[in-house]
């Protein structure tokens, strides 16, 4: 990758390569991230004794208007967006930090030199765990910068909102900055890390924003350049020819309006059926799906009531929550998943608070080991929403390992008069996927997992982002294996993971025998019309052209070709 943009002048634009994220193409000045908030030292200087307690309550107060502020946003937000705002706010408000900044202001700190101690205290700790744990680095120190600059008059840090829609640039996002994005003001965005599956990636495609991520050489384009983000063929050009960019944007603009005259149900050109589901999070979510003409939501995240929480939600809260969704879609396919909490979701009253490796420890269906209520609960919840709306939606365990585990979880589901299903998301799932559809009525592989899992590639890390790429050929072939188990057992497999959003993706999937593809609602229409372009066995020949290469960059290229002409 190019690591300058400078050239001779005869050169024309340079363009910088990366992974694309999200298709379309936008062009305008660049903006990046309000800078760097001015940190405050320890200079020996204490508070007096009599004044410390008023310091503590002057911290306090600083977290929880952060901690309002990134809730605030979150309600006006959907989906993955209002998740992570959420988590964001939850870390404002954690007692263990706040307990920290206490100590230290208790020993003489000023608040704010309190407040980047503490925060310290939490980084070095994740960052000495490793995994998922470092990855809540920069959260912290996302949410100690907001509290600083509270404590200090300084302005908020994050994303600015330029008067003129302009194009992001940045080494990378913090994730509440990248979900509080409004794409009314930023047209595209663009990263020097990250991979498809990290948040700014999950975040962007929600939100439509074109995006390219791990773009070599983007930290040396200055502010106010003018450049072109194309999300399809995974570039940056810094000072495009205007005629060109404007061709660009066009010809981006007229496939997108053409996306817009899709209206289901989803099938292939020799009318194969594959249904085309959107990701929703809550009400709202569901509701523009079925405006963006989703057949139906084949993954909703109930996190969202969880987290941000000192306390589990009660049932009648719960059940509210998930009959928006439900009502949503009546008579059509909703599919559940019961809380994922854990790992890069912990939760207060649920998650350990000391896990050396939480991606490996109690996350999914396995927080019901240490309080079985809560699944019981959950499902009670989603039993009278179901009863609420006259419907009968799906209902799916996440991180289901082994056969009783699926048995277990299917018993509990069918004695309430619900579906069952699980989430494929590890690889002995895999293995015994025919012994689990012996228990449940249904699969979902969850590819943003099943790629970390299988390739023990932590899915949040900018710098192993090639070895949890949705086209990495092992990962194609675990979803393969899975789908035979389906058609041996007569029961649909469906993906909910990020790799059901590429349209390209998509037909090999259906290749490979998968029967519903789940995506992010702004994903729906070009999944579906990409898919009404080509004939069943055309996507079966781009998925054995994918499996038979060696790396994701390959696979991509051989179900191109493949398809090249249909």
């Known amino acids: 990758m190019s690591s300058t943009v400078s050239r001779p002048a005869t050169a024309g634009p340079a363009v910088l390569t990366g992974t694309p994220v999200v298709p379309g193409a936008a062009v305008g000045p660049v903006v990046r991230p309000v800078g760097v908030i001015r940190l405050p030292t320890d200079d020996g200087a204490e508070v007096p004794v009599a004044e410390r307690e ?123 900055d990248t979900a509080g994005l409004d794409p009314a003001r930023i047209l595209g965005l663009a990263t020097r890390l990250g991979g498809t599956t990290s948040h700014t990636a999950i975040i962007a495609r929600q939100l439509g924003l074109p995006c390219v991520v791990g773009v070599g050489g983007l930290d040396a ?55 085309v589901l959107a990701n929703v999070q809550d009400g709202a979510g569901a509701r523009a799906a079925a405006r963006a003409h989703a057949e139906g939501v084949g993954l909703f995240r109930t996190e969202l009531a969880f987290l941000g929480r000192a306390e589990e939600p009660s049932v009648e809260e719960q059940a509210t929550g998930y009959a928006e969704v439900l009502a949503a879609f009546p008579g059509r396919k909703v599919v559940v998943r019961t809380l994922d909490a854990g790992s890069d979701k912990p939760l207060a009253f649920a998650t350990p608070p000391d896990e050396a490796n939480p991606a490996l420890g109690v996350r999914g269906l396995r927080v ?107 990962l194609l072939e675990l979803v393969a294996l899975t789908a035979a188990a389906g058609r041996r057992a007569g029961k649909p497999v469906g993906v909910c993971g990020e790799a059901a959003a590429d349209p390209l993706l998509g037909c090999v999937l259906v290749g490979l025998g998968i029967t519903s593809l789940s995506c992010a609602t702004s994903a729906v229409a070009g999944v579906g019309a990409r898919l009404s372009t080509v004939e069943l066995d055309a996507c079966r020949r781009a998925a054995e052209a994918a499996l038979a290469t060696d790396e994701p960059l390959a696979a991509r290229t051989a179900a191109q070709e493949a398809l090249a002409g249909t």
């Open 54 to 176: 008023p310091e503590k309550a002057r911290y306090g107060a600083a977290a929880e208007t952060v901690a309002e502020r990134l809730t605030s946003r979150a309600a006006a937000a959907t989906g993955v967006s209002a998740e992570v705002l959420s988590t964001t706010a939850g870390i404002a408000r954690d007692r263990a930090l706040r307990t920290a900044a206490e100590q230290r202001i208790d020993a003489g700190a000023p608040a704010a030199v309190a407040a980047v101690q503490a925060a310290q205290q939490f980084m070095d700790m994740f960052a000495a765990l490793g995994g998922l744990m470092a990855e809540r680095v920069p959260d912290v120190r996302d949410v100690r910068d907001r509290i600083v600059a509270e404590l200090t008059g300084q302005g908020e840090p994050g994303v600015p909102a330029p008067d003129v829609p302009s194009i992001l640039l940045a080494d990378d996002l913090a994730p509440a």
């Open 221 to 275: 384009v200055p502010a106010g350049a003018t450049v072109l983000v194309d999300g399809e063929q995974g570039t940056v050009t810094v000072d495009p020819e205007p005629e060109q960019a404007r061709a660009r944007v066009a010809a981006a603009r007229l496939a997108a309006d053409a996306l817009a005259a899709y209206r289901g149900p989803g099938r292939t050109k020799d009318g194969h059926v594959v249904q």
């Open 368 to 474: 019901a080991r240490r309080d079985p209520g809560l699944l019981e609960r959950q499902l009670d919840a989603i039993a009278e929403a179901a009863a609420r709306t006259a419907s009968t939606p799906w209902v799916m365990a996440p991180m289901v390992a082994t056969v009783p585990e699926a048995a277990g979880f299917a018993a509990a589901v069918r004695g309430r008069g619900l579906v069952p299903g699980v989430m494929i998301e590890v690889p002995s799932a895999v293995l015994h996927a025919e012994r689990l559809l012996a228990h449940v009525d249904f699969l979902s592989i969850g590819t943003n997992d099943l790629s970390q899992y299988a390739l023990a590639a932590d899915r949040l890390s900018a710098d192993l982002a090639e070895l949890t790429d949705p086209w990495q050929p092992a």
